[in-house]
């Protein structure tokens, strides 16, 4: 471990599987007979956007009955002691949703996929924080237009904040994946851009990713047995 600086870490719906949030996968791609695909795309937005509305108030409810979990609580806490450095050191990049890195207290996270609690204005392009549903079109707090969606990437978007990623993982020293299935992109992609730049790529997963052949080293197991264990490490061998 000695030699690392930066570090890149990407979470996905396995690390908060154990809060009680569903990953995707776990329903079997299904949700209220409806699948997946079908709920997280802007044309099944523009075909039923009751039944996305809904999907997603859902959502966005249970996230806040939930808690943060050790996994979580470990990240936080490397990210606490990770040194800074001119604002480099350690990003988390996390396709999650959910607000519970945060609540766990990390300060360093980035939301590539975009979050519940946030509602984007298709009128004004403005984003709210916002806690309770869409489905009745409440007003935009900032202009007005009852034109709110969630404020999340669907597929087919583009994800945000890709320039400051390839960034962190140009100058990455170790980029490490947990707790996501390596199916989704751009962000599956993330390992062999890090690899190729140089970096050191760990993998902390419940099972073999469909990218675990690109990682130096996979571990598999819980998320909140797994990393708890592997930031002590981190953390001692500095
Ligand atoms: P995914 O559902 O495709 O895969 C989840 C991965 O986590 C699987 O490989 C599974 O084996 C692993 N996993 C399950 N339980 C685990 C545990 N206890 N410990 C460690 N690993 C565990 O999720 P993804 O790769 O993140 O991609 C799906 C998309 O859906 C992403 O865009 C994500 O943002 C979104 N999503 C987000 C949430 C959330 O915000 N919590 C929940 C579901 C889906």
């Given amino acids: 471990?000695?030699?690392?600086?930066?570090?890149?870490?990407?979470?996905?719906?396995?690390?908060?599987?154990?809060?009680?949030?569903?990953?995707?996968?776990?329903?079997?791609?299904?949700?209220?007979?409806?699948?997946?695909?079908?709920?997280?795309?802007?044309?099944?937005?523009?075909?039923?956007?009751?039944?996305?509305?809904?999907f997603y108030d859902m959502r966005r409810a249970a996230i806040q009955t939930r808690e943060p979990n050790a996994a979580h609580h470990a990240l936080a806490r490397l990210d606490?002691?990770?040194?800074?450095?001119?604002?480099?050191?350690?990003?988390?990049?996390?396709?999650?949703?959910?607000?519970?890195?945060?609540?766990?207290?990390?300060?360093?996270?980035l939301h590539m996929h975009g979050e519940h609690l946030k509602a984007w204005c298709t009128a004004c392009d403005r984003r709210s924080p916002w806690r309770g549903p869409l489905l009745d079109r409440?007003?935009?707090?900032?202009?007005?237009a009852a034109a709110l969606r969630p404020d999340v990437v669907w597929f087919g978007e583009m994800p945000y904040r890709m320039d400051e990623i390839h960034e962190a993982l140009r100058e990455a020293d170790l980029f490490v994946s947990i707790g996501t299935s390596g199916a989704v992109y751009p962000a599956a992609g993330f390992v062999r851009t890090a690899r190729d730049l140089g970096a050191r790529t760990l993998e902390l997963n419940l099972e073999p990713s469909q990218g675990s052949r690109w990682?130096?080293?996979?571990?598999?197991?819980?998320?909140?047995?797994?990393?708890?264990?592997?930031?002590?490490?981190?953390?001692?061998?500095r």
């Fill in 215 to 237: 990682f130096h080293e996979a571990r598999h197991g819980p998320a909140t047995e797994l990393v708890p264990a592997w930031v002590k490490e981190v953390l001692a061998a």
């Fill in 138 to 144: 409440p007003p935009c707090p900032a202009c007005g």
């Fill in 1 to 54: 471990m000695t030699g690392i600086r930066n570090i890149v870490i990407l979470t996905g719906a396995g690390v908060s599987a154990e809060s009680g949030i569903d990953t995707f996968r776990d329903g079997g791609g299904l949700w209220e007979q409806h699948r997946v695909e079908d709920v997280t795309t802007p044309e099944a937005f523009v075909r039923d956007p009751d039944l996305v509305q809904r």
């Fill in 80 to 109: 606490a002691e990770w040194p800074k450095e001119d604002g480099r050191g350690l990003l988390i990049v996390t396709q999650n949703v959910d607000d519970l890195h945060e609540r766990a207290g990390a300060n360093r996270v």
